[in-house]
């Protein structure tokens, strides 16, 4: 099992960018994809990215395309995720997943490894 620590949430205003950060330990094989997640305060966990660790294919929510990036470093096991044109609505704690499979899903159920979770908090 990999632990997954997230980093590099906080306060930002609207307009402004933040890059969250997710190291893994433990080796991450080609064969899995990594995701990002959020949850704001009342509702359910809703999926953001994810990203097929062997060849960097990419998955967005239509709420953060074109202005969110997911990328991956396999040399440092760390996955990224780049955000910008910060929205009030965007403002959720960010966790960080993985699933053991290379097929897109977007159900946090369906992923099997979970980070503690980084707060990004919008101003408007």
């Known amino acids: 099992q990999v632990q997954l620590v997230e980093s590099g949430g906080g306060l930002v205003q609207a307009g402004g960018s933040l890059r969250l950060s997710c190291a893994a330990s433990?080796?991450?094989?080609?064969?899995?994809?990594m995701g990002w997640f959020r949850q704001a305060p009342g509702k359910d966990r809703e999926f953001v990215a994810a990203?097929?660790?062997?060849?960097?294919?990419?998955y967005y929510a239509d709420s953060v395309k074109g202005r969110f990036t997911i990328s991956r470093d396999g040399a440092k096991n760390t996955l990224y995720l780049q955000m910008n044109s910060l929205k009030f609505e965007d403002t959720a704690v960010y966790y960080c997943?993985?699933?053991?499979?290379?097929?897109?899903?977007?159900?946090?159920?369906?992923?099997?490894?979970w980070g503690q979770g980084t707060q990004v908090t919008v101003s408007s």
């Open positions: 997943a993985q699933r053991y499979s290379s097929e897109w899903r977007l159900r946090p159920d369906e992923y099997d490894d």
């Open positions: 433990g080796h991450i094989f080609s064969s899995y994809n």
């Open positions: 990203i097929r660790w062997s060849d960097g294919g990419t």
